[in-house]
């Protein structure tokens, strides 16, 4: 029996998430209509590379887990049901592959190095970055790239489950409810973990927040 | 000067979700009464604020122009070896090979089977001597009797069952 093309006004009533378009373009996806995939692709490609950066800190390495993240969603297709949000379902994919890619190259290096640990090889790059710029004297305005790299220090000091929660907070706008989905918590959970994640930022920023300079030094 | 009180963890958390829009009506009213009378919580939901507006400033990455071409082009790849597979020539050849081994193998097999299955059960040449033996060394004296009925009789009443004896 042919699967149902068309999704009705009664179906959307019964099943709140097909109001999803990109709901309804996955299920078009599942009956076989490719162009529905290179539409879900085209529109979700910046978002999905932008977010797997901030996770991978590479650019190369960031798109590769995406086209590992759509074609997963493709090759996936066939037992798609659509309980969630076509967005979260994704970021879902993507936050599974991404703890795994980080999985098995800490596998390979046989180190064991946790976000927030320097590790036995000393301060991390992100650390460093942090340490070098309280250090510096005299106190000075941050130019823009600066601040960027602190801010980037300071997101990369977050273990990855907060490290997700911010960005999928910030830049994809989530609820909490959308966050617990995706990182399969509870909405309580997300609260906590967020509020955390948020309190570490300020930790780590408020001194350049606070008087918008460097730090200075206080040893010398 | 006076004592600052610190705020507990729940609401440090409910300052979080508070800037973020995620409490309800009552949970929201709270804060604010919060807020109202508490100067560390006013600099504390100032500087959360601050510290989130700044992670504005990270860079916004996205994917290269190429991305959807490379990656739509993977399904040509993910799909062609299903469709494609049996129609190979190479395909063909190995089926067909593979069916006539298979056939070799199950001939193979039954010839095994069954001279394994004659060797073991079907008397051979020299099977049948040893089962006449008893005869064939008394095979003088037997032909000497001449009568049929007189070596039934011996055989009734169990001459034939004693070994001979080797004569020294």
């Known amino acids: 029996m042919p699967e149902r093309t068309n999704v009705t006004l009664s ?23 490719e162009a529905a995939f290179t539409e879900l692709v085209t529109s979700y490609q910046d978002r999905l590379v932008g977010l797997l950066y901030h996770l ?50 800490g596998r390979k290096r046989e180190v064991s190095l946790r976000t927030n640990d320097s590790g036995p ?16 004297m005299p106190a000075r305005q941050l130019d823009k790239t600066e601040l960027r790299e602190v801010v980037r220090a300071a997101l990369d000091g977050l273990n990855e489950r907060q490290r997700l929660a911010v960005l999928l907070h910030k830049f994809e706008e989530m609820s909490y409810i959308d966050i617990g989905t995706t990182l399969e918590m509870s909405p309580a959970a997300v609260k906590s973990l967020l509020s955390r994640a948020r309190d570490n930022l300020r ?16 040893g010398e | 000067m006076q004592k600052i009180p610190r705020l507990s963890t729940e609401q ?14 009552r949970a929201a009213q709270e804060i604010e009464q919060v807020l109202a009378r508490s100067e560390v919580a006013r600099h504390e939901v100032n500087m959360l604020s601050r510290t989130w507006d700044v992670l504005g400033e990270l860079p916004r990455v996205v994917a290269s122009g190429t991305f959807t071409q490379n990656t739509v082009s993977q399904l040509q790849v993910l799909n062609a070896p ?37 060797n073991r059960w079907a008397p051979t040449e020299a099977d049948m001597l040893l089962d006449d033996l008893p005869i064939i060394e008394q095979y003088d004296q037997l032909t000497e009797v001449g009568q049929i009925e007189f070596l039934r009789e011996l055989r009734k009443h169990g001459t034939f069952n004693v070994q001979p004896t080797t004569p020294h």
């Open chain 2, 82 to 118: 299903r469709r494609e597979f049996r129609t190979q020539p190479w395909f063909q050849n190995a089926r067909r090979g593979g069916v006539f081994a298979g056939w070799a193998a199950a001939l193979a097999l039954s010839a095994w089977v069954g001279y394994s299955a004659t």
């Open chain 1, 203 to 218: 930790e780590k920023l408020e001194p350049y927040i606070h008087y918008g300079t460097q730090p200075a030094d206080n």
């Open chain 1, 11 to 33: 179906d959307t009533d019964e099943n709140p998430v097909l109001r999803d378009p990109d709901v309804r373009l996955m299920l078009r996806v599942k009956e076989g209509d």
């Open chain 1, 56 to 105: 991978v800190s590479n650019q190369e390495s960031a798109e590769d887990l995406a086209q590992e993240v759509f074609l997963k969603v493709y090759r996936a297709r066939q037992g798609y049901e659509p309980t969630a949000k076509f967005a979260t379902w994704l970021f879902r994919i993507a936050s599974n592959l991404a703890s795994n890619r980080r999985r098995d190259k």
């Open chain 2, 12 to 25: 440090r958390e409910n300052l979080v979700a508070y800037l973020d829009g995620e409490l309800d009506e």
């Open chain 1, 121 to 136: 090889l000393g301060p991390r790059p992100a650390e460093q970055i942090l340490a070098e710029k309280s250090a510096l």
